[in-house]
């Protein structure tokens, strides 16, 4: 079947369901850059950096900044790194849910939710299926936004931070670090409802 108009979308949740899902992508994309920005605090020769955020996933560039951030002052700074992190790994999880999995349509006589069907790396044939009706994934837009700007505060902060002269001088302001954004929940696995069981008789 060739569609001539918008949208073509047969997914439970509809019209709503994809602006939803367009919002998380674009704050997605600009956590991204954030984390381009962060990254750029810890390697100073742009041609290295440039490569190695090219050539590196998401996950790598991640465990890349927690070995440069181990000597990272004071102390509430590399905590505060740590949490940003932290925050980017779970939005990257949440990411390649609701951007690599599949509609799963329910049967008429279940529960109308939107389910994800999406394979297991390292289980081929198998299948996860998670819930992700449209207030968790505007839900986890607005978390892909606040981890966004938590990264740019964290980059502030440290260039903030190098302006000032240690020992602390009469007049010099420290600098505060970001407020930390709350961990949004991984999305859940899908539960089937249990089917009732048989009514026993008497003999």
Sequence with gaps: MIRTEWPPSEMPGGDEYLIALGAFVLHYNEAEMALWTFFQLFI???EARDFLFDNLHNRERVDLIKIFAQDASPEAFRDAII??????DR???NRNILLHGFAD???AD???DVRLLKRRANSPGTLNVYVAPRDTVRANAVFAENVKWYLFGLSHYADEKSKVTWPISAGSTIPELPPRPPRQDKLSLYKPPKAPEPETRPA
């Excluded at 949490?83 to 980017?88: M, N, P, V």
């Design 110 to 112: 279940e529960p109308l």
């Design 91 to 93: 939005l990257c999880e």
């Design 105 to 107: 349509h329910p049967a």
């Design 83 to 88: 949490y940003g992190l932290s925050c980017f």
């Design 44 to 46: 100073d020769k742009s």
